[in-house]
């Protein structure tokens, strides 16, 4: 890191996405100790993450560009870690049977804040793996310890979460959620692209869809990458019922805020407070589930302000509304950097700092949902 305080242009000029991923893989080319892998993985995110710091304390990046930039250097470091997890598996196990392509036949699938592109300072990871439908999951490795498909696609998962979470001298890369995939902790880690929807649209609840809206898949097979988004564009924009869709993002939210809502009479949880973070993210999310099937290009993004901007210029929203929904997510969003850098609790904001733009979002919840 000294070599770039003392450098103010590669200080204050963060790397653009290609060329993370450019860098990261001449930091690792003939890296063959594990261990030593993973130390090569959180040193280039605590140099790149500080390049991005550096320029956000200074004022030389704008909110949205430092999201991008923390989001870009997580997508660098899964891609890397998933060709090394495979290239290990591959050496001890030898390769699927039908395997379609030269490609690791699995992708990394982005949710929330990965997947909207808003990945804040210390965020971890919400990621689910697909594996290609195609393979055979009867079928054998060809290596002189052969696997059964399924079961190496298991612990190509399990290597990747590894890669990423292990704690070694620095530190831990990322903290990897996998909930969110089909049936939770129970299901399986790495499930097929079809039993994935399959899942979707016979058994997920609404706000397994609600998530779905802020997906991308960010690594992996670039067949598979293509087939997952146009089957999320698919599922994403059917038609719905609006009453039925209503009362299960409602029951939902208000299920939230009872758990995990910690604001008080004078501080505001900007996250999961009335008229905070959430709130905007449900309606946005509401919105473009019930008019998705008329307005394709509202789901073709996975980021909230697109998502609003989207919804604007299809007619759904007033301008005056989608302004006031995304001038208050950015200064949430601004807030919520501010504090991660201060080591600060998110929860705990003076409400009169955020008053004016949670009594705005508050007025077009009650507006919606008929609540406050």
Known sequence: LLDQLLDERQLYAPLSKAALQEELAHQCVDVDDEERFMEVLRRF???????????????????????????????????QALQYAWQLLVAKHG?????????????????????????????????????????DPQAMTDGVRPLDNTVLMARLGQKLSSLLSTNVISGIAYEVDMQLRPHGASGALVPTLASFFRYEREQAWIWEHQALIRT??????????????????????????????????????????????KSTAEFMDIKQGEGGMIDIEFLVQYWVLLHGHQFQNVVRYSDNIRQ????????????ETGEGLMKAYRFYRRLGHQYALAEKKLEAVPLEQVSDYRAKVMAVWQKVFGEK
């Open 95 to 135: 390769v699927p049977a039908g395997l379609r392509s030269d490609d690791i036949p699995m992708i990394v699938v982005g949710f929330g804040k990965l997947g909207g592109l808003e990945l804040g300072y210390g965020s971890d990871l919400d990621m689910v793996y697909l594996s290609d439908p195609a393979l």
């Open 216 to 261: 991308r898949a960010i690594a992996g097979d670039v067949t598979l990458i293509s087939e997952f988004e146009q089957q999320r564009l698919d599922f994403l924009t059917q038609a719905r019922d609006e009453a039925t869709l209503k009362e299960a993002v409602l029951s939902m939210r208000l299920k939230m805020r009872a758990h995990l809502d």
């Open 308 to 319: 609003v901007e989207g919804l604007v210029e299809a007619g759904v929203l007033d301008a």
């Open 45 to 79: 995110k605590h140099a790149q993450v500080f390049r991005v710091a550096a320029s956000d304390l200074m004022g030389k990046l704008p909110l949205m560009k430092v999201s991008d930039y923390l989001t870009w250097i997580a997508e660098a470091i899964v891609a």
